[in-house]
T-cell receptor, first 111, second 112 residues
Framework: GENVEQHPSTLSVQEGDSAVIKCTYS??????FPWYKQELGKRPQLIID?????GEKKDQRIAVTLNKTAKHFSLHITETQPEDSAVYFC??????????FGKGITLSVRP | DVKVTQSSRYLVKRTGEKVFLECVQD?????MFWYRQDPGLGLRLIYF???????EKGDIPEGYSVSREKKERFSLILESASTNQTSMYLC???????????FGPGTRLTVT
C-alpha cells in the first residue's frame, strides 16, 4: 500500500520567514495530494491540494509543489504569522481513493 | 456548509466494555471514514464505507467493527475496549466524485 513520509516532525520559524514542509510517497499511481492543517483542539481542515497533472498550485501565502519523478511534494508558507502555528498533515491518495496520511509536523511561528 | 458531527467529544470507558462512536454528516456524502489519531503516528484509517451497508477495512481494523445502516450515519464499534484503544477518533466524509474529506470534531476516548 501507499506509504507517506513527512519530515521533519517539528519546525520552528521566525514570524515573517518562510516555512517549507516536505513529504514523500511510495505509490507512483497516487494522483491526489492534499495538505491538512490542524490547530490545537480542532479538526483537520484542508488548506490546499494538488492533482498529479499539475506541478504547482498557489493560494495567497501558501503553495504546494509536486515532483512525480522523485515522488515528493512540498508545502510552502510565505510571510508566516503566529496563526500559522499548527500541525500540518500531508496525504496521498492511492488505491480505492483511500487517503494515506503522513505523521504530521508541528509548525511553531515565533513572534 | 458541510457539517460532520460526532456523538461525544470526550468518553471514558472501562476495559471490556462495548463502545459505540457515532458520526453524522448532513451533506449526502456517499463515503465515510473512521481514523484514529495518536501523537507521532498521524491519522490512521480504521474502516471506511463507500455507501450504505458497504464497509472496507482500513490499515488498522483489528479490535473494531463498523455499521452503516443509513447514508448519513457511520458508527464505529469497539466490541471489547482495551487500554491500547485510548485515542482520538476522527470521522470524515466526502462525495464519491470529490477528493476533499471533511472531518468531524473528534472523540477523545479513554479506556481505563
Amino acid at each position: 500500500g501507499e506509504n507517506v513520509e513527512q519530515h521533519p516532525s517539528t519546525l520552528s520559524v521566525q514570524e515573517g520567514d518562510s516555512a517549507v514542509i516536505k513529504c514523500t510517497y511510495s505509490d507512483s499511481a497516487s494522483n491526489y495530494f492534499p495538505w491538512y492543517k490542524q490547530e490545537l483542539g480542532k479538526r483537520p481542515q484542508l488548506i490546499i491540494d494538488i492533482r498529479s497533472n499539475v506541478g504547482e498550485k498557489k493560494d495567497q501565502r501558501i503553495a504546494v509543489t509536486l515532483n512525480k519523478t522523485a515522488k515528493h511534494f512540498s508545502l510552502h508558507i510565505t510571510e508566516t504569522q503566529p496563526e500559522d502555528s499548527a500541525v500540518y498533515f500531508c496525504a496521498a491518495t492511492g488505491a480505492n481513493s483511500k487517503l494515506t496520511f503522513g505523521k504530521g509536523i508541528t509548525l511553531s511561528v515565533r513572534p | 456548509d458541510v457539517k460532520v458531527t460526532q456523538s461525544s467529544r470526550y468518553l471514558v470507558k472501562r476495559t471490556g466494555e462495548k463502545v459505540f462512536l457515532e458520526c453524522v454528516q448532513d451533506m449526502d456524502h456517499e463515503n465515510m471514514f473512521w481514523y484514529r489519531q495518536d501523537p507521532g503516528l498521524g491519522l490512521r484509517l480504521i474502516y471506511f464505507s463507500y455507501d450504505v451497508k458497504m464497509k472496507e477495512k482500513g490499515d488498522i481494523p483489528e479490535g473494531y467493527s463498523v455499521s452503516r445502516e443509513k447514508k448519513e450515519r457511520f458508527s464505529l464499534i469497539l466490541e471489547s475496549a482495551s487500554t491500547n484503544q485510548t485515542s482520538m477518533y476522527l470521522c470524515a466524509s466526502r462525495w464519491t466524485s470529490g477528493y476533499e474529506q471533511y472531518f468531524g470534531p473528534g472523540t477523545r476516548l479513554t479506556v481505563t
